[in-house]
């Protein structure tokens, strides 16, 4: 089995730390695995030397918020150098920007009716970072709101109840919802430039998520030098992945296979569970590219 698209507590919605991780991934008998950190790469020198002990080929990655004619990306970097001090200036400013955000943030949650415990938010965001997820999580364990009709669809048996953190987060604080506050990313020309810089490989993550009725755009990005595509994802449904399978394949690019696991904030999602079923093919497609060694 192959993740490669796991997130630790180095994510502001992240739970599990790298040794947790690895605990669970070997629980699951899967092989190869990444952790892609939200613009981080503080897990992986734990990571990859827990792996070694665990009988896990892991490979260093992160995932870059980007831009692209206006649309926000994630681009999976893999096989990037660590140790690159742009990757420690990349977290700093985009912490400092979402810090600054909180307090607009709290103003527009407060606009659709609600009134945001700032202290409780304070006791599960990590340096004083308010995710979308953190403002669900406290709203919908607030008793006051119980009966609140904009909750009523994330609650256990709604239809929007199977991962309702993560899906108050894309309704009200994605690009273009009324909570969404406005963080400067570098281009996608400058984020696949910094992991091919560092070595690595440009892969896009969970495309049917973020091009939702844009598809076409993916055939724009190719030129501009991504290696690959997450076809597989816990985000898509079997013809989201074959589509952006096939795309790969017309182009001459890497496709690869990500949960997107998270903990709690992503209930539904399952570490290494993503539909796909090109486990050999991808395995070869990472030794030939160099992200991970033949097995001995």
Excluded at 139 to 167: H, W
Aim: glycine share 8%; with cysteine; net charge negative.
């Amino acid at each position: 089995m192959i993740d490669l698209h796991i997130h630790s507590h180095y994510s502001d919605d992240g739970e599990y730390s790298p040794q947790e991780l690895l605990d669970i991934a070997r629980s699951k008998g899967i092989r190869i695995m990444a952790i892609a950190d939200h613009n981080c790469v503080r897990a992986n020198r734990e990571a990859s030397k827990l792996a070694e002990l665990y009988d896990i080929r892991y490979i260093k990655a992160i995932e870059i918020d980007c831009d692209f004619h206006g649309v926000k990306l994630h681009v999976l970097g893999y096989g990037v150098d660590d140790g690159d001090s742009r990757y420690q200036r990349l977290e700093e400013n985009i912490r400092k920007q979402e810090i600054s955000n909180g307090k607009r943030k709290i103003e527009l949650t407060e606009s659709l009716g609600f009134k945001v415990d700032q202290k409780k938010l304070d006791m599960i965001s990590k340096d004083g970072v308010y995710a979308g997820e953190h403002f669900a999580k406290v709203l919908l364990n607030d008793e006051q709101y119980l009966d609140n009709e904009l909750l009523r669809p994330y609650r256990p048996g709604n239809e929007r109840g199977d991962n309702p953190y993560v899906n108050f987060f894309w309704d009200y604080y994605a690009q273009g919802k009324p909570c969404y506050t406005k963080v400067d990313y570098m281009s996608l020309e400058e984020c696949v430039g910094l992991i091919h810089d560092t070595g690595g490989k440009a892969i896009l993550a969970h495309p049917g998520n973020n091009l939702q009725g844009r598809f076409e755009l993916f055939d724009m990005m190719v030129p501009l030098g991504i290696d690959g595509v997450e076809a597989f994802s816990s985000y898509h449904d079997l013809e989201t992945c074959l589509y952006f399978k096939d795309k790969a394949l017309a182009y001459g690019l890497i496709y690869t296979t990500g949960s997107d696991f998270h903990g709690k904030t992503k209930p539904r999602i399952v570490m290494g569970q993503t539909m796909c079923q090109d486990i050999g093919y991808i395995e070869k497609e990472l030794i030939d590219n160099k992200l991970i060694p033949e097995e001995s």
